[in-house]
């Protein structure tokens, strides 16, 4: 605990009372698994609304709790950094796991994410098949891809990995007919890859590997030099797992594309589209990728098209891309550099440094 900063006594009271609760302690080892919105506690804890609001605003008011707004809904996660978040994480690390009812929050938060996640999937199986049409809500598809192109072209790739593939558009744009790319396309909807697996024949796109799989838990091996998230965070209940699970699958040197939605008001995207998050801040987003140990470009923002001018802001559709790279050296690169300083000590090195190869 010494290198944790301290709070002043006060704090540490106040945390203390606040979590010093029955339900509060609850509700803090659930936000411990990922943020959660007060239907989501209501449904686990089986207690009314306005009580686990309640108990929200205390721990919000301690400092335990954050709580961010999107739209209709209030997302509720424990605060990350501080003496406060260390003095939390201590509570919760000492608590026994099998206490039973610690236990069986734990079971019901699995069986409720599970339930969203049908309703997810129910609603891919769905519009597996006119998925296309759906994605012309925003920036036309041509722009974007566009954008995506242009974003990566300072760098090749030979292994591309397409986390929530769907119709393996994605596929299509950054293999096209180059048998030089080793690719995967991983989705956890059979119907999404069906069409993907039709599309990609049709497009005469060969060997790309696809794969029913989740993206919290992908079934790949690390070893990709781009990674590619494409309109799949604002589905996800846990959207920073993911951007971490897609970080860890890139060599060094890799990179990590995550396109998604800046922050928006339309709330039917909610409630017909299956969406669970209403766009994401570039704070937020470049947040999750330098924890992830990241290196993040400027984001680039791609405005909806000019019809779009009569609607207030929270109505349009802006797209962004956020763009990170893994700042390590390649192996191979590394191996020589190290290789030719040794040489060049010794006095044995010759002038014939390969092209390109520091
Ligand atoms: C909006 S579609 C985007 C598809 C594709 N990336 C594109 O932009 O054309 C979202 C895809 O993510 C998939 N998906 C959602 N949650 C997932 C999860 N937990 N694991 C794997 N795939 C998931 C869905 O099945 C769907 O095909």
Do not use: C
């Not at 593939?165 to 007919?177: C, E, K, P, V």
């Not at 956890?188 to 794969?211: I, K, P, Q, T, Y």
């Amino acid at each position: 605990m010494a290198d944790i900063a301290t709070a002043s006594a006060r704090t540490t009271i106040d945390v203390l009372r606040a979590i010093g609760e029955d339900t509060r302690f609850r509700i803090v080892a659930l936000l411990h698994h990922g943020e959660l919105t007060v239907s989501d506690l209501t449904d686990i804890l089986g207690q009314s609304q306005p009580r686990i609001s309640r108990h929200l605003k205390l721990l919000t008011e301690a400092g335990v709790v954050e709580k961010h707004r999107e739209g209709a809904w209030a997302f509720f996660d424990l605060v990350a950094h501080g003496p406060v978040a260390a003095m939390v994480g201590v509570a919760i690390a000492t608590a026994d796991p099998d206490d039973p009812v610690l236990a069986n929050d734990l079971d019901r938060l699995a069986l409720v994410r599970n339930q969203r996640a049908a309703t997810a999937q129910e609603y891919f199986a769905a519009i597996a098949d006119r998925w296309d049409e759906e994605r012309s809500l925003h920036a036309p598809d041509d722009v974007v891809e566009a954008a995506i192109v242009a974003a990566l072209a300072d760098r090749p790739y030979r292994s591309v990995l397409d986390m929530g593939t769907g119709t393996g558009r994605m596929l299509q744009l950054l293999i096209g007919d180059r048998l030089d790319v080793r690719a995967i396309g991983l989705d956890n909807s059979h119907s999404m890859l069906g069409v993907a697996r039709a599309n990609l024949e049709r497009a005469e796109v060969h060997g790309v590997d696809l794969r029913q799989g989740d993206v919290y838990s992908p079934p790949v091996e690390p070893g990709f030099d781009l990674v590619v998230v494409h309109q799949v965070l604002h589905f996800l209940h846990d959207p920073a797992r993911a951007v971490h699970e897609a970080r860890r699958l890139l060599n060094p040197g890799g990179r990590l594309l995550i396109v998604d939605f800046a922050p928006h008001g339309l709330e039917f995207l909610r409630t017909d589209h299956a969406h669970r998050r209403l766009g994401f801040r570039d704070d937020t987003v470049v947040g999750w990728l330098q924890q992830s140990g990241l290196h993040a470009d400027e984001p680039r923002r791609i405005e909806p098209p000019d019809d779009a001018r009569g609607l207030h802001d929270d109505e349009r559709l802006v797209v962004t891309l956020w763009l990170a790279r893994d700042i390590e050296v390649p192996a191979t690169t590394a191996d020589f550099a190290a290789e030719l300083a040794a040489e060049v000590a010794s006095g044995s090195t010759s002038d014939a440094v390969p092209e390109g190869a520091l």
